[in-house]
């Protein structure tokens, strides 16, 4: 059974940056490809980034792109989000999921296990 806790979440300015965490149990985390999801008041949850089982290759959505940076340790069964130039709009509750498939994928659907989410509020 995997089990997933995000933090790092909570209230920033505008302009301003945050770095989650999102710590994952079980001897597999390497196994996995680790997503970022997000999903605002009122809307569905939307992809935000994604890193392969490696760490070698990274994926974003273009409302992301350039802004945040996903990374990953396997010692440390950890992967995190840096996000930089916090925008209004990034105000959402954030989850973290592991997907078993070999492959990015950017449906939630797709996702194996997910963790309960850390609230990031961005002020204007």
């Known amino acids: 059974q995997v089990q997933i806790l995000e933090s790092g979440g909570g209230l920033v300015q505008a302009g301003g940056s945050l770095r989650l965490s999102c710590a994952v149990s079980?001897?597999?985390?390497?196994?996995?490809?680790m997503d970022w999801f997000r999903q605002a008041p009122g809307k569905e949850r939307e992809f935000v980034a994604a890193?392969?089982?490696?760490?070698?290759?990274?994926y974003y959505s273009d409302s992301v792109k350039g802004r945040f940076t996903i990374s990953r340790d396997n010692a440390k069964n950890t992967v995190y989000l840096q996000m930089n130039s916090l925008k209004s709009e990034d105000t959402a509750v954030y989850y973290c999921a592991a997907d078993q498939s070999i492959v990015i994928n950017t449906r939630a659907a797709a996702m194996d296990y997910w963790g309960k989410g850390t609230l990031v509020t961005v002020s204007s």
């Open positions: 079980g001897r597999t985390f390497s196994s996995y490809v």
């Open positions: 890193i392969t089982r490696s760490g070698g290759s990274t």
